[in-house]
């Protein structure tokens, strides 16, 4: 959020910030800096919908991609998202485009790359780093921890995109590699960011997924390390419209062999309603 952001940026022993910079702090208050060396762009979904004057996902993203136009040294993008390449037009001058794709051939990364620019990429079990003709593997997926084994793609997307930010922010290969590696997602380091746990012999994920996009990649996740019954426990805020509760049961029916719907935060909605 925008003062938590302010009172990291102006801490004299800080040298460098990560920050999450969400749509709502942006559209409440703006951003805490005026311009950041690296800005990233994940994605953009159907989510927070109907709130503070953004009805539609294209509205969103005009919203998210101010965090690309201010970069002053390079603006990472997911090439599999249309809404973060329409972006690419937008981003900050004399600043540098950065792809990250699960898709080895994508058409948008690849016309970037055959122009000379950086991109990086899953290419079968290696995360590929490539400009112009030169290609060089950065490290095997299955070598982060956070991705399960290769099995939490949403994790890969998530490491292909660190690695470009911190590309784009002039860290060498063997500094990325050790940062990727060295990481793991669980209750101690990275709380409810796909924490795994044995309870009584079945392997429980806790995760803060809570809009179709993040339950359809969990259920993904789920059938890669198992083959037997995968069960959803999920909620959803109850401030979303009614559109995209549908959205999330339909995803969630979908995606998980049984589901149990509980009711967490009803913000505004009579109790049980959301479930």
């Known amino acids: 959020?925008?003062?938590?952001?302010?009172a990291?940026?102006?801490?004299?022993?800080?040298?460098i910030a990560v920050l999450e910079t969400a749509r709502g702090g942006i559209l409440k208050r703006g951003l805490a800096y005026d311009a950041c060396t690296v800005g990233v762009v994940l994605n953009v979904s159907d989510d927070?919908?109907?709130m503070e004057g953004v009805g539609t996902v294209g509205q969103l993203a005009r919203v998210k991609e101010l965090v690309a136009a201010c970069a002053t040294g390079a603006a990472v993008l997911n090439a599999d998202d249309q809404h973060c390449v329409a972006m690419a037009r937008r981003?900050?001058?004399?600043?540098?485009?950065?792809?990250?794709?699960l898709d080895p051939v994508n058409t948008a990364m690849r016309e970037h790359i055959r122009a000379g620019g950086r991109a990086l990429y899953l290419d079968g079990a290696g995360l590929v780093i490539a400009s112009g003709a030169d290609r060089r593997i950065l490290m095997a997926a299955a070598d982060i921890p956070s991705t399960l084994g290769g099995r939490a793609r949403y994790n890969i997307a998530n490491s292909l995109a660190a690695a470009a930010a911190l590309l784009g922010a002039g860290f060498e290969d063997a500094d990325i590699v050790a940062g990727l590696s060295s990481f793991v997602s669980d209750a101690q380091s990275n709380p409810l960011r796909t924490n795994l746990f044995e309870v009584r012999g079945i392997t429980v994920v806790v995760d803060y997924a809570h809009n179709p996009a993040a339950y359809a990649s969990l259920a993904e996740m789920a059938r890669a390390m198992t083959q037997g019954a995968v069960v959803g426990v999920v909620t959803s805020p109850g401030d979303r419209r009614d559109e995209e509760l549908d959205h999330t049961g339909r995803t969630c029916g979908a995606g998980f062999d049984k589901l149990v719907v509980y009711e967490s935060a009803s913000r505004g909605r009579p109790y049980g309603e959301a479930a």
Do not use: K, N, Q
Request: cysteine-free.
């Open 48 to 50: 927070h919908l109907g």
């Open 1 to 6: 959020g925008y003062w938590s952001h302010r």
């Open 91 to 101: 981003i900050g001058r004399g600043a540098e485009l950065i792809y990250f794709s």
């Open 8 to 15: 990291v940026l102006s801490a004299p022993e800080v040298d």
